[in-house]
């Protein structure tokens, strides 16, 4: 035996559930449950070997042949019938089984071995012509479809030129002259397409099913599936054939499908459905509707009762939820299938918990088996997954969570309808600093532009509302109030809801879920906790955000932006005159209106944060962004001046537009922002200093312990962080010394270019911390704009399989991530009380964070909704490391 | 003695010229001539030591007051007077002296030791009362302004009182009387400026002046001076005391400098100027006009043939040309000083060239000494040094060489007016590619706007022509034809000069000097090609760069940009329509246009390169770099709307804006570019192999050895570059088969973002070569974008010493450097064979070319002029290895 044929029956099997490798998964559980000694159809399992071995060479290895016969000769044994028997004869079904699941992936067929000469003998074995014929159409039927390649649809129209001629309306009202016929119709339609004669030849037909499972494993939708979950193609599938058993064998015959939890909310009851009468294929097609297996328990309860034995002995053997097929015949209870079943987010907590408390499992095995970026479920409003919902675009998905509300197209309106309390979905082209009161009061906003770092998105996710960004199917017209998509327009007024976690436009009003935190979520994120050694903080800008944060865990804020805090209202016109200001005393007049706001800001976090190291970030972006747009001040200016408008209007206008246009920059990510505006305007960073530490030492004042840690950005050389640092440590003990007072803080820097991972043995030498900005070093790592990239070429990158992953959203560890380990090496040896962290958007994503404990970082910062993400994939990189 | 003062006369002294170090370079050269026995005034000089301790501390070493009157006393030994003496005394001169020449940074007193006592003595002495007083009153002069800091105009503004009272012009025409009087005079001014009555003593004088020689290493023009040429402030100055000669005795003395050979052409003569009659800062204070040194020949032979032999015996004895300063006292004749002469880059080519033919020195020595900067004033037309000129403005350097032109304000007339015969310099506030074919007949470019990689710049370099960008202090009005700098305004017709090495724009026509390139300059770049081993290519786009990159000794194109070729005025249009197209084969038919074209384009070039290899980079650029500039038809269209333009024109033209806003990005350095490009729009790259290898297969056809190599610009990945390669390869294998030939060929890429440089392993798996793209490498290292960068904060950084360079010009061997030497090492690692080169604009920058030869480069590439310049770098780098 060349090993590569596996026998399973009740009782005795070649396999085990270890062996999915080889067997599938389908395979590897059937052999497992016979040698548990339930009841499944006997059968044998082709290994997956054979299929990469026929995907090579396009023929079988030696032996093979022999092989399947001696095991069939086997099944024929167990079930006393013989294949292609005329009197006896036994009959098989044939799927397919890969590694892990791939529902519908694969096709099956079924009844495999009826021909003209066979049928007699199913018809004397079951005394049931009509089922017998039936059967025969099926194979035929399936065979055709499956095997041949014949278009399903052209066997349905035979069946119901059928019905129709016979006057009926249901397949079951046809009788047996009707499916004999349709058996010859079916034959008649295989000639016209394939140009071959069907195969009566029971051996031969068998042969051909084995090759079609194995040649699907090459086809379209198998390839698309395998790329798009990312499984190797050199896994290949199984082939399983075992002896049919029938749920159409009359009223004591079913089949169903069920889960040993309930997987929607997973608490523990049998769940599922079966019908009555009926195969397998039945329940897919749709005809019947299905009964719930309780209403098995009242019909049929010693069946619901072996079967609920069985499947609960399959929980405790499997240690998991159960998703099994089964079939009756003739009140014989079959198991066709088992393996561990799909859940929502939901069950997966409530199953996890439950599991342990039932001793099934240990904590590190419930925290092993959830899935972190699953979670975010449970933090966000969601879609009711059985609401009926109508697609109308989709954009990116900026901001998770959903939301309903009716359309509002401008940031005033939005306050004033939101203010008769209704719920507002914001919609613009783009949003611009100037719509932030608008955002504040909407449930969600939608752009026909931008990427996932444009305004709308980062804002949105600041304020952990739902957002789709870069929408480009819906076209937005601001002036008549109005967007069209897809030939539909929509007004103010009308009803829409956003799927901010999908990045989907619905139409009309549709049911939402709000989150709840369960007390089993509670509970295994402390276990999570005392597992995990990585800390996890959030980035938050505001003392809501902060409050937050810590409700959900976080140990501290990495990462708070001054920036957002600049874009206020009322505060605007400030920054604006400071970056417009002519001369110092104009400049410093307009910081010190807005040194009170800083502080009250600082002082609010701060305080929130009580006991917490808050980790603020001194002003980034380039200072354009607080000035009015070039483009729409261009028009205005050229329209004033053919209108002939009033030239002092003119001249004001211009002189601003000079000013822009001076702070114009070509590329502004890598232009005049960060630590060099530090350096060229540095008021702005003292008034910075000064509004935290005042914060700080008030607070201290009170009995209130803080503990503020400056962070500059975009640092590339250690002179440039040890010019500011000396700059910020001198207002540091003004302040202290005005106030008499004494706390301890840390200045660092985030390292967020290229150079300053390679040179960070140096800048290690003036920083406390460092806290990798892996968004902007994956920007300048790749060269990729986010912006441009996220909308242009990304896309294709990732289809083209170029990239596994949108590395903004998956840290690149190959790239990025080297010069991260680098960074981190590089700092500790000349500073190793260097404290590191990062705090880019993969501060939140599971396998990132994982990566950040490998490397040996002290924390990870993430926003707020993405701190349990953090904790449990940090929790499962400790147990995996141990592993 | 604790060594820290050292003594020297004719024939003993306790230094040498090894000891510029602790005795600065004057003083080191004055030991050094004493003990060849050539006549210098005794004297001592302090050592660095000191100036360093003193700048520490702010006081002396212990004992070095001794050392100082032991040496004093060796002085007076040697010149039989006595320091202090009121019959014959001792005058001495103090002067500084760094280890480098820092020419007008230090302060020099002389006659120190003069009081109302000494100069009776001094009288005695001379019997010249007038001299005596005359030098007394120089004395206070110069003591009063270099050691009190009070203003030089106030001595010369008593002088001046005295002249008028006198009613004479000149000073030497004051008679004794008057200057005794200034002496009182002098006396006065030094009480009421510094409180303080003039230090008679002279131990005090001398005292006093050494301190302020040392401090001066701490004044302000020091500083900036040590700032520039970045001399490290922990060098410190010397201070040398000799006893004074006079220059001044009557007809027989004389002052005077000279260098052994003629510093601006290097022809061996003796080379120089003199005064009768006069002390050293009277040839400075440019009162007479100094008389050459041949009329010494005619006057005073003997002096003339004794000062040549010994200048000749100081140039033998230091193998170097000397610049000399000298003092003749009544016949008897005293080296003053002596160092290595300063040159011109054509005197230095033909100074090392004939050192070598004397035997003096060796061709690695004469490879040694030059600069290699230096010689791009060979390569290019430069203003000549004798010509007056008013500088109107500074801007960038963009492009060098001297040009001068008739200003024209746009490129139509630039044509128009360089029609007619005349000569003109374009003058725009930036050029875009619709100006190209008026830079073509310009002599000199000249813009308001832009940065180092502004069209104008980048056209201008490729161009050879000079070019000033990003002159800010030049308000062009395009619209009135006119610009205005400094309250001037100037219109076509006026003549400009611009010198785009320095960067400088001058008024009227200056004369400039064309290059020239003699045999000595040949023989050494062939000498320099013996030593180098590191490659030497060209970045050349033309067939007439190619030429001139093959004249200038180019081994190879290490780079030849194919966008530059799609800016022409007849490809445009198609260029446009190949982006602007709506379906396929509008593409395709638009691109079948361009093919003809490009084909030609490489025809040119890889015949003009026979038998060289040369790398053809694919298509870089942002697609929209080709398209109208948005702003200008945003405000196009508003115009058209408001006054009721022509509905269909504006509608094309919105529709032309919605593609240009389609394809805008925000950081367009980080954007859909490069093989970004290659991956999403196939096509353009496969015509543009298409027509290199059709160029190639005519070429290969008629006989001529073509090596054409492919250059994918911008990968991060190896898939990326993978997939283009097949790409590639598949056109290359068409074309042999439809020319029935074979020729061999590489495919390679640039490594310009960090990613690449990180995952070089990989990549170089599919690349036959790599080759850095410095320019963008440096820009994603540091996340500067070159353009905002070098108008923004980058001078700044550079003037508060955070960076020691530009890194657009010096390669940033720290953190660009070790990704360069990071991808170089992993790069080989995977594939040996793998050729190595950079093509950044580093490639013909000294340091970074010597970089490229220690990390194991194959070849550096750069702009034709460059080449030169990075051959002798090369050399040099060889030649440093071995030393």
Redesign the interface.
């Known amino acids: 035996m060349g090993g590569y044929v596996y026998f399973f029956a009740k009782g005795c099997a070649d396999g085990s559930a270890q062996m999915k490798n080889i067997l599938g998964g389908k395979g590897a559980n059937l052999a497992e449950m016979a040698n548990l000694g339930i009841r499944v159809p006997p059968g044998l399992t082709i290994s997956t070997q054979v299929c990469i071995f026929y995907s090579d060479k396009g023929s079988y290895p030696e032996g093979l042949d022999e092989e399947i016969r001696d095991n069939l000769r086997k099944i024929e044994q167990a079930v006393g019938k013989k294949f292609g028997d005329s009197e006896n004869p036994l009959l098989l079904s044939v799927r397919s089984g890969a590694r892990i699941s791939m529902p519908g992936m694969m096709d099956t067929v079924l009844n495999l071995g009826l021909n003209d000469d066979t049928v007699k003998g199913l018809i004397k074995q079951t005394a049931n012509e009509r089922f017998a014929y039936d059967a025969y159409r099926r194979l035929i039927q399936m065979f055709g479809d499956v095997v041949l390649g014949i278009e399903r649809e052209k066997f349905e129209k035979l069946i119901e030129e059928k019905k129709k001629s016979r006057q009926v309306k249901e397949d079951v009202q046809l009788g047996t002259q009707d499916l004999k016929e349709l058996v010859g119709d079916f034959k008649e339609l295989v000639k016209q397409e394939t140009g071959q004669v069907f195969p009566e030849d029971p051996f031969r037909q068998l042969e051909m099913a084995r090759d079609a499972v194995f040649a699907s494993w090459n086809n379209k939708r198998a390839i698309s599936y395998r790329q798009i979950n990312k499984i190797p193609d050199h896994w290949g599938t199984a082939v399983n054939v075992q002896a049919m058993v029938f749920g159409n064998m009359g009223k004591d015959s079913y089949t169903g499908v069920g889960f040993t939890r309930n997987p929607a909310t997973g608490v523990k009851e049998l769940y599922g459905e079966y019908l009555v009468n009926a195969q397998g294929e039945d329940v897919v097609a749709g005809i019947r509707t299905p009964q719930s297996l309780s209403q098995l328990r009242r019909d049929n309860s010693r069946v619901y009762q072996e079967l609920k034995e069985i499947t609960e002995r399959l929980e405790k053997h499997y240690r998991d939820v159960q998703d099994f097929e089964f079939t009756v015949e003739k009140n014989i209870l079959y198991l066709l299938q088992t393996r561990t079943g799909k859940r929502t987010a939901q069950a997966a907590v409530k199953v996890g918990y439950d599991l342990v408390k039932e001793n099934l499992i240990n904590r590190q095995e419930a925290l092993l088996r959830l899935d972190p970026a699953q979670l975010t479920q449970l933090l966000h409003p969601r879609i009711d997954p059985q609401a009926k919902v109508e697609v109308l675009a989709r954009g990116l998905p900026a901001s998770p969570g959903a939301a309903t509300g009716i359309i509002v197209f401008t940031a005033d309106r939005a306050v004033e309808v939101a203010g008769d309390g209704k719920k507002v979905i914001l919609v613009r082209a783009e949003t611009s600093p100037e719509d932030i009161h608008g955002m504040a009061v909407s449930q969600g906003i939608l752009t026909s532009r931008g990427g996932m770092t444009s305004h709308a998105a980062v804002v949105a996710r600041g304020m952990g509302k739902s957002c789709v960004a870069g929408c480009e199917a819906i076209k937005v017209d601001e002036k008549e109030e109005e967007f069209a998509v897809d030939g539909q327009v929509f007004r103010e007024g009308d009803y829409i809801t956003l799927d901010g976690t999908e990045g989907k436009v619905l139409k009309g009003k549709v049911p939402t879920l709000k989150p709840e935190l369960t007390d089993e979520f509670r509970q295994i994120m402390k276990w999570a906790n005392e597992v995990r050694t990585l800390g996890v903080r959030a980035n938050a800008d505001t003392p809501q955000d902060a409050t937050l944060a810590r409700q959900l865990g976080a140990e501290g804020i990495g990462l708070c932006r001054t920036e957002h805090m600049f874009f206020g209202e009322e505060r605007l016109p400030f920054v604006q005159k400071v970056i417009l200001a002519e001369d110092e005393g104009e400049r410093t007049k307009a910081l010190e209106k807005l040194k009170p706001m800083q502080k009250e800001d600082f002082k609010g976090i701060l305080k929130e944060m009580e006991g917490l190291p808050v980790i603020i970030r001194l002003l980034d972006p380039p200072l354009h962004e607080f000035l009015p747009n ?2 729409e001040l ?2 205005e200016i ?2 004033l001046k ?2 002939g408008g009033n030239p002092e209007e003119i001249k004001a206008k211009e002189k601003l537009l000079q000013r822009v246009s001076d702070l114009r ?8 922002r960060g630590c ?1 505006l530090g ?2 305007y540095p008021d702005v960073y003292r008034m910075q200093t000064r509004a935290v530490f005042e914060a700080a030492a008030e607070l201290t004042i009170q009995g209130i312990k803080v503990i503020p840690e400056i962070m500059i950005p ?1 640092v ?2 250690e ?2 962080l040890a ?1 500011l640092r000396k700059d910020v440590e001198q207002i540091i003990s003004e302040v202290m010394e005005e106030n008499s007072i004494d706390f301890s803080y840390k200045i660092g820097t985030m390292i ?4 300053a991972a ?2 960070a043995d140096e800048i290690s030498r003036v920083a406390d911390f460092f806290s990798f900005g892996t968004n ?1 070093l994956t ?7 986010r ?3 996220e909308g ?2 990304l896309p ?2 990732i289809e ?4 596994n992953d949108d590395p903004f959203q998956v840290l ?1 560890q ?3 991530g ?2 991260i380990k680098m960074g981190t090496v590089k700092g500790r040896a000349s500073n190793p009380n260097l404290e590191i962290g990062i705090c880019g958007e993969h501060g939140g994503e599971p396998s990132s964070v994982k990566f950040c404990h490998r490397i040996g970082l002290d924390y990870v910062s993430c926003s707020p909704y993405r701190i349990p993400i953090a904790c449990l994939a940090a929790a499962q990189a400790k147990l995996e490391e141990a592993e």
Chains 1, 2 share one sequence.
């Open positions: 070039r483009e261009l028009v050229t329209k053919i209108l920059e070509m590329n502004p990510m890598l232009g005049h060099r350096i060229t975009l590339v050389e002179k440039e010019i967020e270019l290229p150079r390679l040179c902007d920007q300048t790592t790749f060269g990729f704009s912006d441009d990239a242009k070429f294709a990158y083209r399989k170029i990239f690149d190959k790239g990025v080297q010069l």
